[in-house]
């Protein structure tokens, strides 16, 4: 028996319903909708950016007269911040990317998602 | 993942040292009522949660409750500034100093180290929620009592601060329940829901 199935005959209720299947995900707005493959890439993009200023952050820490470190550091900072705005633009993860509905809510979270 | 902002969320500035009081408080940082446990139990209850709504309010309030460790601790260590030994002596303060000296520990006022006894995550969406508002409000009934035993006016306008939030969070808890008693069944007037491994929490979503 499917684990939904099983819930709603043990409490007597329908099958639990997903933001998914009651239609709550907006188009994106301003650019076209992004394919999984793209999606994956810019994320690895904004991970990779965002290892690098942890890392520069945790020298920086002890080496806070580094000149080299932060000018690695703002060059990071900078990258990140058009990777971010990139990701809020062209999908609607993270950020709400319509003004009629919070997303945030709709979309995956990190433990759900193969992101 | 978490990022760090360095700034409190809302202004400690403490000026006068009071060991006594911040025997007291430290409650709020480490006791049955208090934030680290509060964070404790909202981030380790989001996984079983069956709906965005619930897993945004639990995370939200959960990193908030972060933001208030670090008052509640801001507020310890200005209490604990620069006492002379007769200061600690006088006002009851060494039995946490011989082990802690000026160090903040997550402990209750009673010297009980902080615990996860004291918080629940029961993997069942009612339970979890019903339990999120219970906790807001003991929050509540310590700082209440907390502005009864203090008189400070530096530490009272945090308090009251940190006091008010757990009256919000307790509003938006009470709305997730709300949230989920529509979305469980719109008439299940009974609210209850066996959500062990629910098919939205076990599927692994496509991009």
Same mark, same amino acid.
């Given at each position: 028996m499917e684990r939904t199935e099983m819930l709603s005959d043990m409490a007597g209720m329908p099958p639990l319903q997903t933001a998914k299947e009651e239609g709550n995900r907006p188009p994106t707005g301003g650019c076209p909708p992004? !394919?999984?493959e793209d999606k994956k890439a810019l994320l690895h993009e904004i991970r990779v950016c965002t290892f690098a200023l942890i890392e520069a952050k945790l020298f920086l820490d002890s080496h806070p007269d580094d000149r080299q470190a932060i000018a690695f550091y703002r060059k990071h900072r900078e990258t990140l911040n058009q990777l971010q705005k990139k990701w809020e633009t062209c999908t609607n993860e993270v950020f709400n990317a319509n003004c009629s509905r919070w997303t945030w809510v709709d979309?995956?979270?990190p433990w759900q998602s193969e992101l | 993942m978490w !990022? %760090?902002? =360095? *700034?409190l969320i809302h202004p400690v500035k403490v000026k006068k040292p009071d060991p006594k009081s911040a025997s007291i408080i430290i409650t709020q940082l480490g006791g049955p009522h208090g934030e680290l446990g509060a964070a404790t139990r %909202?981030?380790?209850q989001r996984y079983s949660m069956p709906y965005g709504e619930l897993i945004g309010i639990l995370t939200d309030i959960g990193t908030e409750e972060l933001a208030h460790v670090e008052m509640i601790s801001a507020i310890i260590y200005q209490l604990t500034r620069n006492l002379s030994e007769e200061e600690i002596k006088a006002q009851g303060f060494a039995p946490y100093f011989v082990d802690h000296t000026a160090g903040v520990y997550p402990q209750a006022a009673s010297g009980v180290p902080f615990s996860a006894g004291g918080l629940s995550v029961s993997g069942d969406t009612f339970a979890d929620l019903h339990e999120d508002m219970a906790a807001e409000q =003991?929050? *509540?009934l310590s700082y209440d009592n907390i502005l009864r035993l203090v008189d400070d006016p530096d530490v009272k306008d945090a308090i009251r601060f940190l006091r008010e939030r757990e009256i919000v969070h307790f509003q938006r808890f009470g709305e997730a329940v709300r949230i989920a008693?529509?979305?469980v069944n719109a008439r299940n007037f009974y609210a209850f829901n066996p959500s062990f491994d629910t098919a939205k929490a076990n599927l692994i979503e496509k991009c």
């Amino acid at each position: 028996m499917e684990r939904t199935e099983m819930l709603s005959d043990m409490a007597g209720m329908p099958p639990l319903q997903t933001a998914k299947e009651e239609g709550n995900r907006p188009p994106t707005g301003g650019c076209p909708p992004m !394919s999984c493959e793209d999606k994956k890439a810019l994320l690895h993009e904004i991970r990779v950016c965002t290892f690098a200023l942890i890392e520069a952050k945790l020298f920086l820490d002890s080496h806070p007269d580094d000149r080299q470190a932060i000018a690695f550091y703002r060059k990071h900072r900078e990258t990140l911040n058009q990777l971010q705005k990139k990701w809020e633009t062209c999908t609607n993860e993270v950020f709400n990317a319509n003004c009629s509905r919070w997303t945030w809510v709709d979309t995956p979270w990190p433990w759900q998602s193969e992101l | 993942m978490w !990022s %760090y902002d =360095k *700034r409190l969320i809302h202004p400690v500035k403490v000026k006068k040292p009071d060991p006594k009081s911040a025997s007291i408080i430290i409650t709020q940082l480490g006791g049955p009522h208090g934030e680290l446990g509060a964070a404790t139990r %909202y981030l380790q209850q989001r996984y079983s949660m069956p709906y965005g709504e619930l897993i945004g309010i639990l995370t939200d309030i959960g990193t908030e409750e972060l933001a208030h460790v670090e008052m509640i601790s801001a507020i310890i260590y200005q209490l604990t500034r620069n006492l002379s030994e007769e200061e600690i002596k006088a006002q009851g303060f060494a039995p946490y100093f011989v082990d802690h000296t000026a160090g903040v520990y997550p402990q209750a006022a009673s010297g009980v180290p902080f615990s996860a006894g004291g918080l629940s995550v029961s993997g069942d969406t009612f339970a979890d929620l019903h339990e999120d508002m219970a906790a807001e409000q =003991k929050a *509540r009934l310590s700082y209440d009592n907390i502005l009864r035993l203090v008189d400070d006016p530096d530490v009272k306008d945090a308090i009251r601060f940190l006091r008010e939030r757990e009256i919000v969070h307790f509003q938006r808890f009470g709305e997730a329940v709300r949230i989920a008693q529509d979305k469980v069944n719109a008439r299940n007037f009974y609210a209850f829901n066996p959500s062990f491994d629910t098919a939205k929490a076990n599927l692994i979503e496509k991009c």
